[in-house]
């Protein structure tokens, strides 16, 4: 059988072609990767961009909730005043700057003046609403302390005893907040006033016993001995 006999010429295109497909497919995973290179160039200015358009908003919107809330305290205390004003008005004007403050940035601080401009303008119950807003929002010893305080004082202003003593109550337990003495204080004078001496005395003796240092102590064991 006659061998078959290859022309030089396919043995030198073969490998030829070879390279060449070689050469075109690494172009274009090159042209490929240029455009994912790209793209995610274009994605990262964008969210650069973004991030620093959010804080430079939120820096903007944070120094326009300061102001506002500055503005509100100058008015709750009638700081700067030209003319007299009547405190009904002053309130409900510190109560705007407060809102369009708290508004921005939710504060605390700022919510606990809401509640107070609301109680300062008899509006009890939407102190009590705002001050229960801020205890279940925010867990500051410090301000939940005041609130549950201001709170028993609007309850005893609609002459609501049982809620004004839970607020008391709650606030002489609370973990490492402030005014717990002043509470059992408060607590004691309420039930005593209300007739129920036994459950009075048992609060004094709990102040003199967890608040030995208290300034309330001297007067817990003057009501004590009178009993």
């Known amino acids: ?131 229960k807003e801020l205890i279940s929002r925010f867990s500051e010893p410090q301000i939940v302390s005041f609130s549950y305080y201001k709170m028993a004082n609007a309850y005893l202003k609609k002459n609501d005893v049982e809620n004004a003593l839970s607020s008391l109550k709650s606030l002489s337990k609370l973990k490492d907040g402030v005014l717990q003495d002043l509470a059992l204080m408060e607590i004691g004078k309420i039930l005593e006033a209300t007739g129920r001496a036994e459950e009075a005395k048992e609060t004094y003796k709990e102040l003199i016993e967890k608040h030995p240092k208290s300034t309330f102590v001297n007067e817990a064991k003057a009501r004590l001995e009178e009993k």
């Open 1 to 131: 059988m006659p061998r078959i006999i290859r022309k030089q010429s396919d043995r030198k295109t073969t490998p030829e072609r070879e390279i060449q497909e070689t050469i075109g497919s690494i172009k274009e995973r090159l042209k490929y990767r240029q455009k994912i290179l790209v793209i995610s160039l274009i994605a990262f200015i964008v969210f650069i961009g973004s991030v620093t358009g959010f804080f430079l908003y939120n820096k903007s919107a944070s120094n326009k909730a300061s102001l506002l809330e500055y503005e509100g305290y100058k008015i709750y205390y009638g700081q700067f005043q030209t003319e007299p004003d009547i405190s009904d008005d002053r309130y409900k004007k510190a109560l705007e700057k407060f809102k369009e403050s708290y508004n921005i940035k939710k504060k605390p601080n700022v919510l606990f003046y809401i509640a107070n401009c609301y109680y300062e303008m008899g509006n009890y119950d939407e102190s009590i609403k705002t001050l």
